[in-house]
């Protein structure tokens, strides 16, 4: 498969990575364009593949193009390289904030175009992905997309309206579950722990209790339930998480991102 990047960032990095070392791709069927020699140069290093300061040449004889700019350049971006994409050549798009419908306005009716929203574990293969088809994207563009994105982690179709709390959650809960790891951490250093040591138990327990949900399919109120023993020590610390408003504070976070990708949107049109 020959895929197309504009833009050559750490989202788009992570992507080009996922399907390298998943087969799906080698570097040498990856095109990446960015602006500066800078970005260029840094993508090729990461991923092996070629780049090219010319976006438009991105989109020729590809199998999809990619489109991970900045929200603020997205649809300039997209004006200047919608000719070479009027030959059929499907756009996928993960860009925050910007909807299907300003996408199409700038490209045409007839490009097929799905917005997507991954997150940054891409990298090693583990990533959040949902999307969103356009009026001109097919079922065949659908399982394009889906062939893409499963290579570099968990795909889900949803409606468009839900990709901004797709974006609110996972989009931005890496850095989220990074916080808690580094928390964790600084709590075992706190009580005495290595550094290291605390680390590496922080981050084992969090990709442990992640993947006890994922492979029992059991609510997480019940796993958390069978930690607590009467009187125990896990009981105790859920006190002080409650006393702290931490279960709030996550669902803030996620109404936060969301609400800021929406506004986002709005700005750019």
Known sequence: MKLGFIGAGKMAAAIAKGVVASGLCAPGDLLASARTAASRDWFAAETGAPTTADNAAVCADRDAVLLCVKPATARETLRAVAPALRGGTPL??????????????????????????????????????????????????????????????????????????????????????????????????????????????????????????????THPAFLREAVCSPGGTTIAALETLEQAGVRAAFMGAVRSATERAREMGKVQK
Do not use: W
């Open 92 to 217: 996928i798009s993960v860009v925050a904030g910007v909807s299907l419908a300003d996408l199409q306005a700038e490209t045409g009716l007839g490009v097929p175009i799905i917005r997507a929203m991954p997150n940054t574990p891409c990298l090693v293969r583990k990533g959040a992905i949902a999307y969103a088809l356009g009026t001109a994207a097919s079922a065949a563009h659908a399982a394009l997309a889906e062939q893409i994105f499963a290579a570099v982690g968990e795909v889900h179709a949803v409606p468009e309206a839900l990709i901004d709390a797709v974006n609110g959650l996972s989009g931005s809960g890496p850095a989220y579950v990074y916080l808690v790891i580094e928390a964790l951490a600084d709590g075992g250093v706190l009580m005495g722990l290595p550094r290291a040591l605390a680390a590496a138990l922080a981050a084992q327990t969090v990709l442990g209790a992640a993947e006890t949900v994922r492979q029992t399919g």
